[in-house]
């Protein structure tokens, strides 16, 4: 095992972070846990300085429940500019952020902020480490909840490889463990789930256990500017990625 460090974490009460809790504090880390429970924002950087005192590493894992271009954005530029004020007036030796596969072309949309959060974090003085990851499994519920319409629910035509949270935490995690320097800044590494899934299978699948009298429609919408990255494969992993189980059907399957 590395030399245990201390690490900050971002977005720690969320649906990613607080697998990277979990593993941070089984590989005998020290945590730092930001979130607005714990009274620091880092949207608005109330408690940061305080948090980053002593913290050798920050790992963001931190996100927005809304869709929205302008919002997201808006909150992952404001975080990426206190996380690295703070963390600069604080010694943070390292940044690891935790971003998403295939995002280079969008135009729109919550992918669209996060290439926003990519070149904010990547400009800052603190040195950044940029994990890329698949959709996460936990992000088939949340697409299920937004296109639900009565017994209908509709989610767009997309091939993925969702990846599990747990899995994109402990890659977050040997990142912030690496003795080496952050080192080039493009490609990222990548992670990614054991093969690939249709985000309509993946949904239908998920209804199955959840409502079994709803109906799932995946939509191909020709107004949506994101449409043929969602469905030529362009959010699939590269070759060097990093694969890692569960499949969404063993994740399901074992309760989530």
Avoid: C
Wanted: hydrophobic share 45%; glycine share 10%.
């Amino acid at each position: 095992m590395s030399e245990a460090k201390k690490v900050a974490v971002a977005g720690a009460t969320g649906r990613l972070g607080r697998h990277v809790v979990d593993v941070l504090t089984e590989r005998g880390h020290r945590v730092v846990s930001m979130s607005r429970a714990t009274g620091v924002d880092i949207v608005t950087g109330e408690g940061l300085a305080e948090a980053l005192e002593g913290v050798d590493v920050v790992i963001d894992a931190a996100s927005t429940p809304s869709p929205d271009q302008q919002v997201a954005t808006e909150f992952f530029t404001a975080a990426a500019r206190n996380l690295h004020e703070a963390g600069q007036k604080a010694g943070v030796g390292r940044m690891v952020v935790v971003s998403i596969i295939g995002i280079d072309e969008s135009v729109a949309g919550y992918n669209a902020a996060k290439l926003e959060h990519e070149r904010a974090v990547l400009a800052g003085p603190v040195p950044v480490r940029v994990l890329r990851a698949a959709q996460f499994h936990e992000f088939v519920e949340q697409l299920t909840q937004w296109g639900r319409q009565g017994d209908t629910v509709y989610v767009p035509k997309m091939r993925t490889q969702l990846v599990a949270a747990r899995a994109v935490a402990e890659a977050l995690v040997d990142l912030a463990e690496a003795d080496e320097a952050p080192g080039a800044r493009a490609p990222f590494p990548e992670v990614a789930g054991p093969r690939e899934e249709s985000l309509e299978d993946a949904a239908r699948l998920l209804m199955s256990h959840r409502d079994p009298s709803a109906k799932v429609v995946a939509v191909s919408d020709p107004a949506n500017p994101e449409r043929d990255l969602f469905e030529s494969g362009g959010l699939l992993p590269g070759a060097g990625a990093r694969l890692a189980g569960p499949t969404f059907e063993e994740w399901v399957g074992a309760g989530f």
